[in-house]
């Protein structure tokens, strides 16, 4: 074997080795946040959904309740959810890569981990945490798992923007939603109602529109934070969730986009859909 393939296969193998590696850690990074997560959990409200409990709230709220929900259905306790779909990595063009992901969900304490896997090129990912964990705010992406490419945590406005992303997700695990749940209501017009949600001293409020199907078509925030060269920076904020489904008793969507509302104009950076989704009810 020529000296040039011996140093092309060496160059092989530890680049193997190095992505092997690579997943092996963030593999036990992600239990480690997971276990973190489940153990923060407190008991969710026991009982199931009643309607009667809804008649105070702003009209388009309870159409939506009425729509995605079954009276006397069990309260969701926690979510696992497996996504795909693509995400915009550049920040003045558009460039979109596909991504794979699963994610951990749980209504109370109210908190979700997200592990996803950006494909950049051919055998070269990116790997990323996306979290909010007994209060605390997380974004890390990592190249393949071993190079981190910026981390922050720890602070408000990351904490603030990560609880805004469960409480604009919960659509998804719609009892989350309900009064008694942590969500307060308030009435906007026929058609939007803001919700309200603390955890901790963290607290948020997201618009949510509704379509003529009375389902949650938007959810906007005035500002979310936006990481920028690992800094995070106010912006306005939109997700856009579709093509809703019948899932254990519940009606919820199954793809979505977000996008960060920017003077410039509207720039989406996260398209997406389930393939999987399992529930856990609360006794």
Known sequence: MSPTLWL?????????????????????RTRKMVTRLNASRS???????DFRAIDALPPPVQRYFRAVLQDG?????????????????????????????TQRVVTRRPGFVWDGRIAVLP???????????????????????????????????????ELMRF??????????LLPGHGVRWDAVDAH????????GKVTVALLFGFDANNLVSTVTAASRGRTVGGR?????????????????????PTA???????????????????TQIAYAFAA
């Open 192 to 199: 939007s109602a803001r919700a309200t949600l603390s955890d």
């Open 8 to 28: 092309a296969t060496d160059l092989l193998l530890t680049l193997s080795a190095a992505v092997a590696w690579g997943k092996l850690g963030w593999t036990r």
């Open 43 to 49: 008991t969710a409200p026991s009982g199931r959904v």
């Open 167 to 176: 409480l604009a997700e919960a659509a998804c695990y719609p009892t989350a």
């Open 123 to 161: 055998g070269l990912t990116i790997h990323v945490h996306d979290a909010y964990v007994a209060g605390e705010g997380i974004l890390h992406p990592s190249l393949l798992g071993l190079i981190t490419l910026f981390a922050v945590r720890g602070t408000p406005e990351v904490a603030a923007g």
């Open 256 to 274: 979505g986009e977000v996008a960060w509302l920017l003077p410039q104009g509207r720039k989406p950076y996260w398209r997406g859909r389930i």
């Open 73 to 101: 259905a069990p309260i969701v306790a926690a979510v696992d959810v497996g996504q795909v779909g693509d995400f915009n990595l550049g920040e003045n063009s558009d460039r979109w890569r596909p991504f794979t992901a």
């Open 232 to 252: 995070v920076i106010p912006t306005p904020w939109e997700g856009r969730w579709s093509a809703y489904q019948w899932r254990d008793g519940m009606r919820v």
